[in-house]
């Protein structure tokens, strides 16, 4: 029996989420599981077990009809050695990961960084299909990112390559989590901007805002969309917020297209679905900033078409 399909798993801190794709990159099955993180690498990649096989009897797909399986995890994944070196969202370090995968599934296996995973889908079928160069750059709690280069996946000689949220934008700026200080992350996450939100919010014209009664003065409740959709709505806190947000996202934005290059940067993450309220001022923005501003050909930027099917489907088809 031809093999004609591979699976795919997007491993996040809260959820397990796996998809059996098909040769033209369409999930012909998906499902999700709770990630319970408190029994170890091996009980985590049996649960994953477990759900590929509930997915192909769902589907009526045999196993023989698999012709690999592969993995997005939440941390540095070597490659080299199979090991996955470190994920902080999972409590785990040197876990050998590899060897655990072929444990339970009887087919060639692999793994990658998810951000990795969801820029090989991105670019395999999503904004990046066509392309040769692809650079990707998600905006949620923190800032992930991953380059396709000639077409091939860039991941360094340590397969940690791709953290753009920690490369400074502001000397002496906000400290960042990682122990620096100005970094992108800081400034240009989901975080980021709900910071600024709260501090522009604490003064005497921000408690009169329409953001501040969306969350009933509650601050804690705040986050990314509502601050945009207060902004649309033609409010002066959220409006300014927004704009300084724009700024430093532009500005790191502009130094990852100064060193790459690439025919596309695709902007994912929970953020990016603002749209072109965030696409429009963005791109004109780095269209000023940028050292090809005077260049025929320039890097595309675009947000992700994929969504959360990205992590999969690139999962599924990573190979050697």
């Known amino acids: 029996m031809t093999a004609i399909y591979c699976v795919g798993i997007d491993l996040g801190g809260t959820t397990i989420k796996a998809g059996i794709v098909d040769e033209d990159y369409r999930i012909v099955k998906s499902g999700a599981i709770p990630t319970i993180t408190d029994r170890g690498a091996e009980k985590l990649i049996q649960d994953m077990a477990e759900l590929v096989s509930v997915l192909l009897k769902e589907a009526e797909i045999s196993m023989d009809e698999v012709a690999s399986v592969g993995v997005g995890v939440p941390g540095t994944a070597n490659k080299k050695t199979g090991i996955m070196e470190y994920a902080n969202n999972l409590n785990m370090k040197d876990e050998p990961f590899i060897l655990f995968l072929k444990r339970y599934f009887k087919k060639p296996v692999y793994f990658t960084n998810d951000a990795n995973a969801a820029a090989w889908g991105e ?18 709690t923190g800032i992930g990112g991953a380059m396709i280069l000639d077409g091939k996946l860039y991941e360094g000689c340590n397969f940690a390559a791709g953290e753009f949220g920690h490369f400074v934008i502001q000397c002496e700026g906000e400290p960042c989590n990682c122990g620096r200080r100005g970094c992108f992350e800081t400034y240009a996450s989901a975080t980021g901007l709900i910071r600024m939100a709260k501090q522009a919010m604490e003064t005497e014209e921000g408690r009169k805002s ?20 207060a902004a649309k709505k033609g409010d002066l806190t959220a409006g300014q917020t927004v704009e300084r947000y724009l700024y430093y996202l532009s500005v790191g ?8 290059q690439p025919e596309i940067l695709c902007i994912g993450g929970g953020v990016s679905r603002a749209g072109n309220q965030l696409l429009d001022p963005l791109k004109r923005m780095v269209d000023q900033q940028i050292y090809t501003r005077d260049s025929q050909v320039k890097t595309e930027i675009v947000t992700a078409t994929l969504g959360n099917d990205a992590g999969i489907i690139g999962a599924a088809m990573l190979d050697d």
């Open 210 to 229: 329409s953001l501040w009664n969306l969350c009933s003065g509650e601050t804690d409740g705040l986050n990314a969309e509502m601050i945009f959709k």
């Open 123 to 140: 670019y395999l079928a999503g904004s990046g299909k066509g392309y040769r160069s692809l650079v990707m750059v998600t905006l949620g």
């Open 253 to 260: 934005i502009t130094d990852i297209i100064n060193i790459f």
